[in-house]
């Protein structure tokens, strides 16, 4: 007989092999129990020897079954062993209870998988093997248990509020060895170790190691811990990081920046630029500019000695100027003079869709400028935030911006040592109160330069690279009437590129000429093939144009002429003017005229009425347009007479008859000189014609060579 108490647990051993008669056959004889004494009406199970033996001894209290009842221990066996039992055919008046240890397991905790894991991977499919090796299958129940039920509870504190429901619903029906294990983790918050080794009546041989199981334990747990809060930390560093990337991003962004800078004052950091290295020896061609300009510089480097005699600076001066023509270099170079601070800011820069954004802006960045006088303040694209104040849709904000300039305007005195220098392409465009006295009150011109000018900008870019001795700058600034500061700037920078391209060692007129060529007519187009009659047709149709120009007395002078097809056109001959020119004879017009009508001759002449080609009709165009303007705006038609004809289609038919008539006459006349003089010079023609066939491009010299009738040196 063996009794189970929950309160009195002596040391129970058995043979394992015993166990199982022992659980389901208390009285057999093979196995002799005897009762101890019985406590609190509880039966102590004590079990003894009868006889050594080899196998292995298992603890009941190691394995948390002393507490079990035997009717809860039978159930367990079942459900780990279905069948185990009945194999044996054994009959037990203990098997009382109905809820098994498992259906209890999956009802409450959802275990279910665990224990048919369990059962089907060890137990269930070896239910043959001895029960030894079940019950040492059984020792993993804990950790199965244990890591399980830790994971699901959600909180500690519902963990701790329901364990006592809980206890109460499990108190009977749980089998003491489980309670263990589910109270285990709340154990260590409500028992000490001491406590918990009296409560459990551990004999003090097994103490010591028990300690140090807890320790064991404890140390892992604290390990596990540990472990957990360095990731933890980790998580956390990276989540900062991210987060500072995040706000930088947010910063960097212009876009979506703007609400956030000014919302939070960041946008207050305007960095001034110190253009000492800019002075007035680095712009070149604007004179008058720059000596306007000079008193500024005084100015901002002694204000008291102007202030002193009374005077008034202006606050504000206005750059005018087509594109590229160097005014921001100018205003830089003002700065630099004066070695002052130089706040650049774009117009556009302050032409924001957030409502205030441009308005704080503008404050910033005065507010910068004052802190730092003197100084000079410099607004590119000065139109695109001083522009007429519209109320456009578009612009919804747009006074708020304009506003703010004219009251940070006129909120510091003249003497304060800050200047503003404003630039725009359209000073048309700009609002009558910015231009009014007291702001943008002077008025500076920075033109596109003359040949003077294009000759010293050029010189002065050539001399950053390496060009030949050969080179004749003031050439290539005859040609480029209209070219600004930067485009001759970038004409040079091509020549280089292309120099470097060929291999050659420095930049020669070959390279500036076809860096001109280029910028003004587009890219050489070599690719194109052309087959020989039409560049037959194409040389004597330049040459044409070449003959007329170099036998007509008030011609502007050859510069080259070629059949290298280029942009839109198959060929082209070059003009220069000795100088810009400002005016224009009568002489000057009709022999343009006579220019443009020799291509179109020539064809004729050469190839026959019947196939000249379309390739006159650009010349046409620039014949009649000269034509017509000295008719109805130059007053140089006798019939007309000396009056300017402007919206031509409003004219009474008759006039409108009559300037047809003269403009007629005077393309008749210049197309009868053209062919008088490619007839009379039939020779020259097609020497030249031959000559570009042979050599594709001739400059101005061997023009000359091959029509006094020289031979051309092979090139
Ligand atoms: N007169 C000049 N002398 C020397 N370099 C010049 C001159 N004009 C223009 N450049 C060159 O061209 C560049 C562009 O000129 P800049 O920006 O000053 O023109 P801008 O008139 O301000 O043009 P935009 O109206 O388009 O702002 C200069 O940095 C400079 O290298
Ligand atoms: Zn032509």
């Not at 918050?189 to 009296?198: A, C, I, Q, S």
């Not at 109320?391 to 911006?401: D, G, I, N, V």
């Amino acid at each position: 007989m063996f009794s189970l108490s929950s309160t009195v647990q002596p040391q129970v051993t058995v043979p394992l092999s015993h166990l199982i008669n022992a659980f389901h056959s208390p009285k057999s004889t093979s196995v002799s129990v005897s009762a101890s004494v019985s406590h609190n009406q509880h039966r102590d199970l004590v079990l003894e020897h009868e006889a050594p033996s080899n196998e292995p001894v298992l603890n009941l209290r190691d394995l948390g079954l002393s507490e079990l009842k035997i009717g809860q221990i039978d159930q367990l066996i079942d459900s780990l062993l279905p069948g185990f039992c009945k194999g044996k055919n054994i009959s037990s008046h203990w098997r009382t209870s109905h809820v098994s240890a498992q259906s209890f397991f999956e009802n409450k905790y959802g275990y279910i998988d665990v224990f048919s894991t369990l059962r089907s991977s060890c137990l269930y499919r070896q239910h043959s093997r001895t029960l030894k090796n079940i019950c040492s299958d059984l020792q993993y129940w804990p950790v199965f248990i244990q890591s399980r039920g830790f994971k699901t509870l959600k909180s500690r504190t519902r963990r701790l509020q329901s364990t006592s429901e809980r206890l109460a619903e499990t108190q009977h029906i749980t089998p003491s060895f489980m309670k263990g294990f589910l109270l285990r983790d709340r154990g260590s918050d409500v028992e000490t170790l001491d406590k918990l080794m009296k409560t459990k009546n551990i004999p003090e041989a097994h103490q010591d190691a028990f300690k140090t199981g807890f320790a064991e334990g404890f140390l892992k747990a604290q390990a596990l811990t540990q472990k957990t809060n360095d990731s933890l930390r980790r998580t956390r560093l990276i989540l900062f990081v991210l987060l500072l990337f995040g706000i930088y991003g947010l910063l960097k962004n212009p876009f979506l920046s703007v609400r956030f800078r000014t919302t939070t004052g960041l946008d207050s950091a305007v960095d001034p630029v110190q253009m000492k290295n800019v002075t007035f020896e680095h712009v070149k061609g604007v004179e008058e500019a720059k000596q306007e300009l000079q008193e500024v510089v005084e100015f901002l480097k002694n204000p008291q000695k102007f202030t002193v005699l009374g005077g008034k600076l202006p606050k504000g001066i206005l750059l005018v100027g087509p594109p590229g023509t160097g005014k921001t270099l100018l205003a830089r170079a003002v700065a630099g003079e004066a070695d002052v601070p130089f706040y650049y800011a774009s117009g556009s820069e302050f032409d924001e869709m957030f409502v205030g954004v441009g308005a704080s802006r503008i404050r910033n960045l005065f507010r910068e400028a004052k802190a730092n006088a003197p100084c000079v303040i410099f607004i590119d694209e000065l139109d695109s935030v001083g522009g007429k104040r519209i109320e456009s849709p578009m612009h919804p904000y747009s006074r708020q911006t304009i506003n703010q300039l004219l009251a940070e305007m006129d909120g510091f005195k003249p003497n304060e040592g800050v200047i503003i220098i404003g630039a725009t392409n359209f000073p048309e465009a700009l609002d009558n109160a910015l231009i009014r006295p007291g702001r943008f009150d002077m008025q500076v011109t920075v033109p596109r330069p003359d040949v003077k000018g294009r000759t010293e900008i050029l010189k002065w870019y050539l001399n950053k690279i390496k060009f030949d001795q050969s080179v004749d700058p003031e050439i290539i600034a005859r040609g480029t009437v209209g070219f600004s500061g930067a485009e001759l700037e970038n004409l040079v920078n091509q020549a280089a590129l292309k120099a470097a391209v060929d291999g050659k060692e420095m930049v020669t007129m070959k390279e500036l000429e076809f860096s001109k060529d280029k910028i003004l007519m587009g890219p050489e187009r070599r690719s194109v093939e052309i087959d020989n009659k039409n560049k037959t047709i194409t040389a004597y149709h330049e040459s044409g144009h070449a003959i007329i120009a170099y036998y007509t007395k008030d011609a502007m002078p050859i510069n080259k002429a070629t059949i290298m097809p280029r942009g839109p056109t198959l060929g082209h001959v070059s003009l220069l003017p000795e100088n810009d020119r400002w005016n224009e004879t009568r002489a000057q017009l009709l022999a343009q005229m006579d220019v443009s009508m020799g291509g179109r001759v020539a064809e004729e002449l050469i190839f026959g009425t019947d196939h000249i080609t379309t390739g006159a009709s650009s010349d046409f165009d620039n014949a009649t347009k000269i034509a017509k303007r000295m008719v109805t705006k130059f007053g140089m038609s006798e019939k007309l007479g000396v009056m300017t004809y402007n919206d031509t289609g409003k004219l009474s038919p008759e006039t409108q008859s009559a300037i047809e008539q003269e403009i007629r006459i005077l393309l008749r006349d210049s197309y009868e000189r053209a062919k008088h003089i490619l007839k009379t010079h039939a020779k020259e023609h097609k020497n030249l014609a031959e000559a570009l066939l042979t050599y594709e491009t001739l400059d101005a010299k061997e023009i000359q060579i091959v029509l006094e009738g020289k031979k051309l040196e092979l090139r």
